[in-house]
């Protein structure tokens, strides 16, 4: 049973600036949110929260109803999967280490079969690929590793920063259907962050408009078009109409 | 096995070998410390030194030389903190060098004055004592090339004051600085060169020679003012104090070594000034080894009988690189030895460094306030001339291999320091961050994806301060550690470029190999991906 993930009236400032304005929101167990808005809308800001890299000044914190803040920071970071916009994977591993790294983490006897099966889900087996540089792999390639890195031990929660945001149109729109099919398979609650609302849209079930720190509107991507709540989700719909035309036909 | 119990069997022998020997000879040594002879950085010097050390030995006395110490400065300190026993000094430098006294003019100008008021000064304010002068003065000689002397018409330092808007002097880095030199010259006869040139003393002569400069500092029982044919300026209104050449020991030495003393005291009113230019000039213009040079001269004095000092050979100056090549080869145990202790030096020194600025820089990286300040002091000891450095060392640790260990100890931590903590610091930020937010422990962070990326450049940091060390070590036989250095340092107070040459190259050398041997293995500290990128060579 994958753990819900709760966020109430939760308060962030960096210096002078307020990254986080009273924020609630909540992601049902095994559903997507896509936090949306521009850069400083303090989505990532809240993305770091569930697995504690951002510590909030106020509010409540909670992955599968337990606070956060009463956790173990390194068994919490250990059972939430994780991926950023530039993969992060080690250089100087190969990629097989790179994706037994979490399950060698929690001493896993058989961290290396994991490893296996986690690249044979995202589609680079690892006879072919398991010995491989980071960099003697192309972009995509190097996301899907990190895709696989994030999910080899079977967490239950996974956080994305702007996964596919480096990546070309092709191996990007590739590796959203490979990540929707993954998160549907292995039933995992997801909360993706991105600037994209084609890609908010294709894989999440509830989309969250973010601006200055505050929510301007959550539903799903459908209601977003049809009910724009705000000005602002208005113009933001209209910027993406064309991209957005064909995934709501 | 067999070589302990050999070692354990013969070592009576030895000990009884090494305690009886200057008993037997004056019946009156009592440690088996020997007695440390030094020297300052020029010829007479390193002359005097050994005939004091040869003088010593030919009494039963176990000696220790350390030729070439360094200047009055460095010399001075390191007989006071009884670091070495003996050298020899002149009373004018005792004078006005180390007492900064100035006495009545005619005080000044007498002799015999000078020494009584240096002898109880240094022995009330030092504990120092002066035995009695060896019988010459060796005093500041301004000297000129007969030429420009003719077109100039000098004859005295008045003349020169008179013309000294005209010329270029070249005077020694000690002399511009000191009281009884540059400064009280133009302040007493209102000297003003035109411009004043730093020289080292080895290379003044030449300089002059070449019509590089026009007037130069020298010693009135130099041996090149013969050779070069210079006229030396007549002092005409006695501004130089007497400078008398005597023995300076420490009275506690002297306290605890009488038959030592007695021993030095046999030189006293031997030498005198005709004499001292004869020896210089053989050791400075000819070529001859001090050591020869020293034994003959004692035998001649009948305090040695011939034959029972015989020391190396008289060297051929041949100039040619084949001549080199035959003088390398027959220094070639000396130098190895020299290259040991050099090595010795630079690994000591290294491995200290690296021990202690590798886990300061991670440490400043977890410090990141305190980083520049701390990384930024140790720059500041790098720019501390290296030789300033050893002098500093020597009323804390005296001299010899500890406080040049030290000296280079501190000039490695600053490239090692920086290497590793910027290595750390700018290792792949996202893959830190992906593995911080995957749950990896700040160590496992360290271990795993921090230092390795780092390791090529804390490897440069420290293959910079491999080679900074290796050249900074020539420095260290100033102070008396040994290395390639000597050859260099007794090359420069000779003159002798051969001399100087056999410590310099193998230096270069040295520095070149160490620099390979650490591109190796900075090689095989390279992260994985970088390694395999290596070889395909892409």
Redesign the interface.
């Known amino acids: 049973m994958p753990s819900s993930l709760v966020a109430r009236n939760v308060f962030q400032r960096f210096g002078n600036v307020v990254a986080l304005d009273d924020v609630s929101i909540d992601v049902a167990a095994g559903s997507a949110t896509a936090l949306v808005g521009e850069s400083g809308s303090g989505k990532t800001t809240l993305l770091r929260c569930f ?1 504690r ?1 951002t510590e909030p000044e106020r509010g409540e914190v909670l992955v599968g109803d337990r606070d956060v803040r009463g956790q173990d920071v ?6 939430i999967g ?1 991926v ?1 916009q ?9 990629v097989l280490r790179n994706v037994a ?2 399950p060698t ?1 929690l001493s896993a006897t058989d961290a290396d079969a994991k490893a296996g099966d986690a690249l044979e889900l995202v589609g680079l087996p690892a006879d072919q690929f398991g010995s491989r ?3 003697e792999l192309s972009g995509g390639q190097r996301q899907r590793v ?1 895709l696989a ?2 999910v080899a031990a079977k967490p239950d929660v996974i ?1 994305l920063d702007e996964p596919f945001g480096a990546l070309d149109a092709i191996s990007r729109a590739d590796l959203q259907t490979s990540f929707d099919q993954l998160r549907r398979q292995l039933n995992v609650t997801t909360l993706l962050v991105t600037h994209d609302l084609a890609e908010a849209a294709r894989l999440a079930d509830d989309v969250v408009v973010m601006r200055s720190g505050k929510i301007e509107q959550r539903g799903p991507m459908r209601r977003l078009v049809s009910a724009p709540a705000t000005e602002y989700v208005a113009r933001l719909i209209e910027q993406a109409r064309a991209s957005l035309e064909g995934l709501l036909a | 096995m067999r070589r302990a119990a050999r070692l354990i069997v013969s070592l009576p022998a030895v000990l009884a070998l090494v305690g009886a020997r200057p008993k037997q000879l004056t019946g009156q040594a009592t440690t088996n410390r020997p007695i440390v002879v030094a020297s300052k950085p020029f010829g007479e010097s390193y002359l005097l030194c050994e005939m004091f050390a040869q003088l010593l030995e030919s009494r039963g006395y176990t000696v220790e030389r350390k030729p070439g110490l360094g200047a009055t400065e460095i010399a001075f300190r390191a007989l006071r903190s009884g670091a070495i026993d003996v050298y020899p000094e002149y009373t004018g430098t005792g004078l006005v060098a180390v007492l900064h006294d100035s006495l009545s003019d005619s005080v000044a100008a007498d002799a015999r004055a000078v020494f009584s008021h240096v002898a109880r000064e240094f022995e009330q304010r030092y504990g120092l004592r002066w035995l009695p002068p060896l019988g010459f003065q060796n005093t500041y000689a301004i000297a000129v090339t007969r030429k420009t002397a003719d077109r100039y018409n000098l004859r005295t330092l008045s003349d020169l004051a008179r013309e000294s808007p005209h010329l270029t002097a070249g005077f020694t880095a000690d002399f511009i600085g000191r009281s009884d030199g540059l400064v009280g010259l133009s302040r007493v006869y209102g000297i003003h060169p035109r411009g004043v040139r730093p020289l080292a003393p080895a290379v003044k002569y030449q300089a002059l020679a070449a019509g590089a400069v026009d007037v130069i500092d020298g010693y009135s029982t130099d041996g090149l003012l013969a050779k070069y044919d210079l006229i030396t300026l007549v002092d005409d209104r006695h501004f130089f104090p007497p400078y008398e050449a005597a023995a300076l020991v420490r009275s506690d030495f002297a306290r605890r070594q009488p038959g030592a003393i007695a021993t030095l005291t046999l030189l006293s009113d031997k030498l005198d000034e005709m004499t001292m230019r004869r020896l210089n000039r053989r050791v400075e213009v000819d070529g001859a080894d001090v050591k020869t040079v020293a034994a003959d001269e004692l035998t001649a004095l009948g305090l040695v009988s011939a034959g029972t000092a015989r020391y190396g050979q008289r060297e051929t100056s041949s100039e040619s690189a084949a001549g080199f090549a035959s003088y390398l080869w027959g220094r070639r145990a000396t130098l190895a030895t020299l290259t040991v202790r050099h090595l010795e030096l630079v690994a000591i020194a290294l491995l200290a460094a690296v021990l202690i600025a590798i886990p300061l820089g991670l440490l400043l990286e977890r410090g990141r306030a305190v980083a520049e300040p701390v990384i930024g002091g140790l720059g500041v000891l790098q720019t501390i001339p290296s030789i300033a450095l050893l002098a500093f060392m020597i009323p804390l640790l005296g001299v010899g291999v500890v406080p040049a260990l030290v000296a280079l100890w501190l000039y490695a931590l600053y490239p090692i320091a920086r290497g590793t903590y910027s290595g750390v610091r700018d290792a ?1 930020p ?12 700040p160590m ?1 962070r360290l271990m ?2 921090r230092l ?2 780092a390791a090529p450049v804390i490897m440069a940091g420290v293959r910079t301060a491999a080679v900074i060390t290796v050249g900074a070590a020539t420095l260290a036989a100033f102070i008396g550690a040994g290395g390639l250095g000597e050859p260099i340092v007794a090359g420069l107070a000779l003159a002798d470029t051969r001399m100087i040459l056999s410590g310099a190259l193998p230096a270069a050398l040295l520095a070149l190999v160490v620099d390979g041997v650490l591109a190796i293995v900075e090689r095989a500290v390279a ?4 390694r ?2 290596l070889w395909r060579k892409r």
């Open positions: 697995n890299l390194i068994p919490l970071r250990r059972g994780y950023q530039h993969g992060g994977l080690i250089p100087h591993w190969r790294l979490v983490l540089f980071p960099h990190a890195r994030s956080l | 792949d996202d893959a830190v961050a992906a593995a911080e937010a995957l749950g990896t422990t496992q795993w994806v390795p990326l992260p994985a991906h970088r395999t990128a």
